[in-house]
């Protein structure tokens, strides 16, 4: 199990889904993450911190 720390940022939002990209990679694909399971108060733009399964806002 990966416990890795890193930083997303929200790149765009469709319904119940949020795409994040992953600030320190250049070239990072977009991850889909149910919106169930971020910060409600999330926007695009926003920016995530995930550690230990979880997001939080920054």
Known sequence: ???TSRIYRVNRI???YA???????EDAAEKCVARALLPAEISEGSRLLYECLQYELL
């Open 19 to 25: 795409y994040l990209l992953q600030e320190d990679l």
């Open 1 to 3: 199990m990966d416990l």
């Open 14 to 16: 469709d319904g119940d």
